[in-house]
Nanobody, 125 residues
Framework: QVHLVESGGGLVQAGGSLRLSCAAS????????MGWFRQAPGKEREFVTV????????YYLDSVKGRFTISRDNAKNAVSLELNSLKPEDTAVYYC??????????????????WGQGTQVTVSS
């Protein structure tokens, strides 16, 4: 079984920054992709960003482009997410997600096999 362990998150004022981290542990796991979704109260889970291991390509939700940056830890099966210029509408529970395979449906939750427990990001205005 693969476990995704998240850290980071918290409360920040609008315009501030946070850093989230996610590491995969458990049985041998070779990531195809690792990334993040988020879910605000009363809303569906939404794709945020993903890192594709084989090509180092990254993909982002349009509304976070230029503000969020996903990066890979080459020594570990881990990713970090830098959240800058945060806005109140970024408030959500952020979930790490991973799969051994890349799918062109990477923006949909069903394309991922493993999920973290979620970490809260709250942006005050």
């Amino acid at each position: 079984q693969v476990h995704l362990v998240e850290s980071g998150g918290g409360l920040v004022q609008a315009g501030g920054s946070l850093r989230l981290s996610c590491a995969a542990s458990g049985r041998t796991f070779s990531p195809g992709v690792m990334g993040w979704f988020r879910q605000a109260p009363g809303k569906e889970r939404e794709f945020v960003t993903v890192f594709r291991w084989s090509t180092n390509n990254t993909y982002y939700l349009d509304s976070v482009k230029g503000r969020f940056t996903i990066s890979r830890d080459n020594a570990k099966n881990a990713v970090s997410l830098e959240l800058n210029s945060l806005k109140p509408e970024d408030t959500a529970v952020y979930y790490c997600a991973a799969s051994p395979y890349f799918s062109h449906d990477y923006h949909l939750p069903y394309a991922y096999d493993y999920w973290g427990q979620g970490t809260q990001v709250t942006v005050s205005s």
